[in-house]
């Protein structure tokens, strides 16, 4: 058995479906189409736009006819969709900056120089001769990883403690979908993404998978463990939830 600790929202695939136009009033509207075993037509709008779905038999004017009724409504949702903030996307150039514990760091190319290292909110990324963007950003992407992991297992170590076992062995996962992981075995697995994180959010993933290790669920009694180490897990854990959609694109 093991027990994951979920991302609040579903993983970024790519929407299934045809990409469909529709005038609406004086916009026109994208919309994923697809077909399936359903009885009515649905509507969605999510973090991939508006979606559509329709049974099998529907003719395409009449799918078009119910986006159409529905237009105030489509216009109005997409509006918010469209002002909603999207996750940064990291563009590695000199002076950009990416959220790390919870605070952007500069990014600051330096010619000449080789290694990569993080002072006083700023991190510097040696700029190898003839080094190509791609191999900068991969090479930045390995240090924020390794930075990870050395933080995450002092934060394990440390909770470790208070709670009195010993530190479990730690891997980091790039899920899309999960913080965190215990298994019953005692590994846990921490997203290296927590990174982008502030650290009392960082503590409080630490401190669940933890949690695990007495209570391998979700009962009252495994909270009551969580509560011991976390006092604060409520608005942690509500917190946790926004932080989705902020996480950085690297
Ligand atoms: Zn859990």
């Known amino acids: 058995m093991q027990l994951e600790l979920p991302l609040a929202v579903a993983p970024v695939t790519l929407p299934a479906g045809t990409l469909r136009y529709i005038q609406l009033g004086s916009e026109v509207v994208g919309y994923r189409f697809r077909r399936a075993r359903r009885r009515s ?16 038999h529907a003719p395409i004017a009449e799918v078009e006819g119910f986006i159409r009724e529905k237009a105030r409504w489509v216009l109005k949702k997409l509006s918010e969709w469209r ?14 900056t990416v ?11 330096l010619p000449g120089e080789r290694g990569i290292n993080m002072e006083n909110g700023r991190l510097g990324i040696g700029l190898a001769p003839r080094g190509e963007p791609a191999a900068l ?10 930075h990870a992991l050395s933080l995450l297992g002092e934060r394990l170590a440390l909770y470790a403690g ?27 697995r921490l997203n290296w993404r927590l990174i982008h994180l502030p650290l009392r959010l960082i503590d409080y993933v630490v401190a669940h998978e933890l949690a695990h290790l007495r209570e391998m ?9 969580v509560a011991g180490l976390y006092p604060d897990y409520k608005q942690a854990r509500i917190e946790l939830r926004h932080c989705n959609h902020r996480l950085p694109i690297l």
């Open 99 to 109: 959220a790390l514990l919870g605070a952007p760091v500069t990014i600051a190319l």
């Open 217 to 225: 669920n979700h009962s009252a009694r495994f909270w009551a463990v």
């Open 41 to 56: 037509i649905g509507m969605v709008i999510d973090d991939d736009g508006l979606r559509v779905a329709a049974p099998n």
């Open 137 to 146: 950003r991969k090479r930045a992407i390995a240090w924020i990883k390794e």
């Open 83 to 96: 002002a909603a903030p999207k996750p940064p996307l990291v563009n590695w150039s000199d002076g950009s």
């Open 162 to 188: 208070r709670l009195g076992v010993p530190t479990p062995t730690l891997s980091l996962s790039s899920a899309r979908t999960q913080w965190g992981l215990c298994r019953e075995d005692g590994h846990v």
